[in-house]
């Protein structure tokens, strides 16, 4: 019989994470191979043989990537033109003001994607109610596509005023372009975003168009080599908003991937704390790059309307994720003042750390993580990296005689320093918008997150941290969960005393259709599509809304969405007022539902208790400079088992570490939940 599977590939800056299911039998698998930066396509090629099934016997493989992410950090995205409405040629550069930077002195604006000698304007005009106010001027459109055929334009936004209400000068538009210029990529703001706040909406295009010749070129010779194998199944994409997307709509659409490295992560978290009965998580995923913080509140994510990049808007749907330069391949390094830093910057996938042995000489995380003893060299990465102990200590050496300490004594402030970094992003999420910490979990995953995990949630009062299996790709399961999800929206700013059931079903009857029209050519039959209503809802004269959900069967429509905004806005915002309630934009989620994998319950052991398989000295400080923490393998640990810190959790893709006074369960599904001491109670840290 031939064997088949579900396969999820993360890419990520240093290592590429694949997790394969056996629906046959249940069983899950991790691993991680090196990314390669280089060839793109070589790293995910190389994932797939790691894998049992061979690729004929691949239904499903979903994707998450940063190809697009990693384009706009390094402004190596495609040569991007911007063709706007007469008068408004600006509104791009000139953007909105941004009050958080006023009072920094050290403030300098991101390089730009593009310049004003990139904008240009076509005479024609639209209004807020849809209707016609100045005719496309045809001539002058076909003058602006010409001038950008000529200067060699990869890539082309066009976002005319209004044209969410009305897009068909838009669309008349890309047909001139396709004509005088068909070799531009052309992106069209409103089938990206069909909503107000024009500055907004035209970021969202210049985005889009900026990475979409990259994505493009990359999903087809990705698309063309897994063909070429034998692969016949269903290739999705994640989103930035959670979910997935088709290959063939990312391909269209690449904006709605730019934000979506860290969202498998986030759907895992969600499904898994469900699964185990944990509905309120901070998520931490600590990569060889950087770090992503994020929150599930009552078994939901945190979910913006809006995201952004370096101050760029990007007008969809977006999980709420708090991303810093903290991760395994991080680079210590002195400051102006003499001061030890770590990170942003990174060693990467090539060379990586200097204990990877392939050239870098710089010490990072993980060099320092080695030295100190959470990491040891017998002890491979991903059952292939053999760390090298004698290369990261000469990496730290240097920068030790600098500052007059020791080598061990570097790599333990190597650690610390990281470890405040990442507490520092988890309190950005929790205590700087008002939520209490020790109200939530901690839900740690990546290939470092084990070894920071309960430093990270002492600091701040959380009393449980849960490292779910598989740890280390964990992103990558959590793409096996996702559905498959497409958003719409119309901007119809209306008082909500005038939104009845009537006009709202009026409002939605054109997304909706839409949305099964989308779903069935996808492959979704009607029992698996599944259509969630939303509004966006604010006080009259405010700038911003909340957006409340629109029960699908109530008598008072309106009651129900103003008691619903009520109670948000109290919760978000600490007050409510009298003031005339209206909605600005109607919202559709249209989702095509997968079938999820059922994660298998491990055994019990029928007697006895866990035995380590040696001893790892640790080093805590000058005065314990080899405290004995008991060495466990995970992979042998079984449900209901019971261990005390201090202890290294060792397993194929990760590590964990506990300290003194903390206590460690395995869960049925093999999660480790870790009972957290406070620091009274840690004897030995």
Not at 91 to 104: E, F, I, K
Not at 157 to 165: D, I
Not at 306 to 321: C, D, H, M, V, W
Request: glycine share 10%; net charge negative; proline share 6%.
């Amino acid at each position: 019989m031939t064997t088949t599977s579900r396969v999820a590939i993360d890419v990520g800056g240093t290592f590429t994470d694949v997790v394969e299911l056996l629906p046959a039998t249940g069983e899950i698998r991790f691993d991680k191979v090196p990314t390669t930066p280089a060839q793109p396509t070589r790293g995910v090629l190389n994932a797939f043989g790691t894998i049992q099934a061979p690729l004929a016997g691949v239904t499903m493989f979903t994707h998450g990537t940063t190809l697009g992410l990693n384009a706009l950090l390094t402004r190596t995205g495609a040569r991007t033109a911007v063709v706007g409405t007469a008068g408004f040629r600006d509104v791009y550069l000139l953007g909105r003001t941004d009050r958080r930077t006023n009072y920094d002195i050290t403030y300098r604006p991101p390089p730009a994607l593009l310049e004003r000698y990139d904008t240009f304007e076509v005479p024609e005009r639209s209004l807020f109610d849809g209707s016609v106010h100045r005719p496309l001027d045809v001539d002058a459109a076909r003058a602006v596509a010409a001038t950008i055929a000529e200067r060699g334009y990869d890539s082309v936004a066009v976002a005319f005023l209004h044209s969410y209400a009305n897009p068909a000068h838009e669309l008349r538009m890309r047909e001139i372009l396709a004509e005088v210029a068909p070799g531009v990529a052309v992106t069209l703001s409103h089938e990206l975003s069909r909503e107000y706040r024009e500055y907004e909406r035209t970021s969202t295009a210049v985005l889009d168009a900026y990475v979409k010749p990259i994505v493009r070129r990359y999903l087809e010779r990705l698309e063309s080599e897994l063909r070429d194998n034998g692969f016949t199944g269903r290739f999705l994409m994640t989103r930035s908003g959670g979910g997935a997307m088709t290959a063939s709509a990312a391909r269209e659409q690449p904006v709605s991937l730019i934000l979506s490295g860290p969202a498998g992560g986030v759907i895992g978290a969600t499904a898994f704390g469900a699964l185990i009965g944990e509905p309120n998580l901070i998520t931490i995923d600590m990569g060889g790059t950087s770090l992503d913080a994020s929150l599930v509140i009552d078994g939901e994510p945190v979910l913006h309307q809006g995201a952004e990049f370096e101050q760029l808007p990007i007008n969809t749907p977006s999980l709420y994720i708090h991303t810093i330069g903290a991760g395994g391949g991080s680079i210590a390094w002195l400051d102006g003042a003499g001061a030890l830093q770590v990170g942003p910057q990174s060693a990467g996938a090539d060379p990586g750390p200097a204990s990877y042995s392939r050239g870098g000489t710089e010490p990072t995380f993980t060099d320092a993580a080695l030295a100190v003893g959470y990491l040891g060299a017998a002890t491979p990465l991903g059952g292939r990296l053999t760390l090298d102990d004698a290369l990261a200590d000469a990496a730290l050496k240097p920068l030790a005689a600098r500052l007059g300490l020791t080598p061990l004594a570097l790599a333990r402030g190597i650690v610390r320093i990281s470890t405040a970094k990442i507490t520092g992003a988890v309190r950005a999420i929790t205590v700087e918008v008002g939520r209490d910490p020790k109200d939530f979990a901690l839900l740690s995953f990546g290939g470092g997150g084990g070894l920071v995990a309960v430093d990270v949630a002492r600091e701040l009062s959380i009393p449980t941290v849960i490292v779910p299996p598989g740890q280390g790709a964990f992103s990558a399961f959590g793409m096996l969960l996702a559905d498959v999800q497409h958003d719409f929206a119309r901007t119809s700013v209306t008082p909500l005393a005038e939104l009845d059931a009537a006009r709202l079903a009026s409002g939605y009857d054109a997304m909706l259709d839409e949305a099964r029209r989308t779903l069935s050519a996808e492959g979704f039959a009607p029992d698996e599509q599944l259509l969630t209503r939303s509004v966006d809802v604010r006080y009259a004269g405010q700038e911003h809304t909340v957006t409340v959900p629109v029960p699908d069967e109530a008598q008072d429509v309106v009651g129900a969405v103003e008691r619903a905004f009520t109670e948000l806005h109290e919760r978000q915002y600490g007050h409510t007022m009298t003031d005339p309630i209206e909605a600005t934009t109607l919202r559709l989620r249209a989702t095509g539902v997968v079938a999820k994998p059922s994660l298998p319950r491990l055994k019990h052991r029928e007697s006895g208790a866990p035995a380590p398989d040696g001893i790892r000295a640790v080093y805590v400080s000058e005065e314990q400079p080899q405290v004995p923490y008991a060495l466990y393998t995970r992979e042998t640990l079984l449900a209901g088992d019971e261990l005390a810190g201090p202890a290294v959790i060792a397993e194929h893709t990760a590590t964990t570490v506990v300290h003194a006074g903390d206590r460690l369960r395995v869960g049925d599904h093999g999660e480790m939940v870790i009972a957290v001491a406070t620091e009274g109670e840690a004897t030995a840290r």
